[in-house]
């Protein structure tokens, strides 16, 4: 029978000190095609549905997962093999010391709170998109990163391999501290919006025995169990998501605020084209949307499915393409050429661990990430509330609306908290 040899005694041992008849498992060694213990990074997987299970691998990699739904987990243990361990409550897990990476590919209303209490708890995180369900609880997780030095990646599109030319002449300071850059990032499609609109007339239903329907609420407001709102239709509703904004949003929004150099800052104004009023409980169609910054430059996403496009689509479309807004005086262009390059994003999430910087990671890291989001939530809110959003992106408070304030903060469920 093969013994599992525990990484703390292989490395203080050798194999040397162990019986000829032990047999030494293969993965223990290196070589090609294997990661000895001291260079692997160990994970758990919170969330185990149709996206979780894309981050679920073979024993020794994941070595805990764990799913209010007892159907998912078992299927996750399945996945796992090995001595992986299952659990109904994602607290144990972070109790654990041989794990250095806890994914969270849960719905939305938990990634931030899990993303808070596995930094406090000294773990590494990966998280799926978006960061968060409501503003303030994304700069909690932003913060909560930083104060306990975790390193943090959101699974969306990748950032650039490489810095293009827009986004060397807006972050070089070519055009001057003060200059109006007035540039321009349009993206259309594959947001999935009517497919991730909700169902307006649901009714409860009992709970299936095996899911706790209790623990899989956590922090998201109470609504009725019905299946059309749990796992994959998670996201069609405003107490547990945003919709295909927020849900392909976040991918979408990657490569604009890259190019832009807009990671770390918001939006000051964002406009909306979407129907009204919204339903309070289930997310509806929307056709367009506009968001501004305090330079001028913007990002205009357009969904494809409802109302009509911008009056200057054409336009705006023409500037992306060419950045043409963007005019370089000989002189600028001259300077332009003395600006190094930045090095750009060409780290795996392992190798950021591995460093412990995530600056340059191929993910955006909390702040880009919740920058990305952060956008995606204020359209979201002038969806729900009718007019247009317009954003202190410092204090991060929408500036005189306390109705589209009360949505920046958002709900949460006691005893859940930030």
Request: hydrophobic share 35%.
């Amino acid at each position: 029978m093969t013994k599992q040899i525990p990484r703390r005694d292989f490395i203080t041992k050798g194999v040397g000190a162990f019986s000829v008849f032990t047999i030494v498992p293969r993965y223990v060694l290196g070589g090609p095609g294997y990661t000895p213990p001291s260079e692997m990074v160990t994970r758990a997987v919170i969330g185990t549905g149709r996206q979780g299970m894309s981050h679920v691998t073979d024993y020794p990699k994941t070595l805990a997962v764990c799913d209010v739904d007892k159907n998912h987990l078992a299927a996750a243990l399945r996945k796992a093999g090995g001595k992986c361990d299952g659990y109904s409550d994602f607290r144990y897990i972070l109790d654990r010391k041989d794990i250095d990476v806890i994914h969270i590919p849960t719905p939305p209303h938990w990634h931030s709170l899990i993303t808070i209490m596995a930094a406090q708890a000294g773990k590494d995180i990966f998280s799926e998109k978006p960061m968060s369900r409501f503003i303030k609880e994304g700069r909690a997780a932003v913060e909560a990163v930083k104060r306990y030095g975790a390193v943090f990646a959101v699974n969306s599109q990748h950032r650039p391999n490489k810095v293009d030319r827009l986004r060397k002449i807006i972050t070089s300071g070519v055009l001057g501290q003060d200059a109006r850059i007035d540039a321009e990032q349009h993206v259309k499609g594959w947001f999935s919006v009517k497919r991730k609109c909700g169902l307006t007339n649901l009714k409860p239903e009992p709970i299936p025995p095996e899911l706790d329907y209790e623990m899989w609420l956590g922090p998201a407001p109470f609504r009725p169990y019905n299946k059309k709102r749990v796992h994959y239709n998670f996201r069609c509703y405003w107490n547990t998501a945003g919709g295909g904004m927020l849900d392909r949003g976040q991918h979408q929004m990657v490569k604009p605020l890259y190019r832009l150099g807009k990671e770390h800052t918001s939006p000051v104004k964002v406009e909306v084209n979407a129907p009204w009023p919204a339903h309070p409980d289930a997310v509806t169609m929307w056709g367009w949307v506009k968001i501004t910054y305090a330079d001028g430059s913007r990002i205009v996403l357009e969904s494809g499915e409802w109302g009509e496009p911008l009056p200057d689509m054409t336009k705006i479309k023409e500037g992306t393409k060419q950045y043409e807004n963007v005019k370089l005086t000989p002189e600028q262009e001259e300077q332009l050429k003395d600006v190094p390059d930045e090095r750009s994003a060409t780290d795996s999430f392992e190798d950021a661990v591995k460093s412990r910087d995530d600056t340059y990671c191929r993910q955006p890291n909390a702040e880009a990430a919740h920058r990305g989001s952060t956008a995606l939530h204020l359209a979201n809110i002038a969806i729900r509330t009718g007019r247009t959003v317009h954003f202190d992106p410092v204090a991060e408070e929408i500036i005189g609306d306390d109705e589209q304030n009360r949505y920046v903060h958002g709900p949460m469920r006691a005893p859940w908290h930030i």
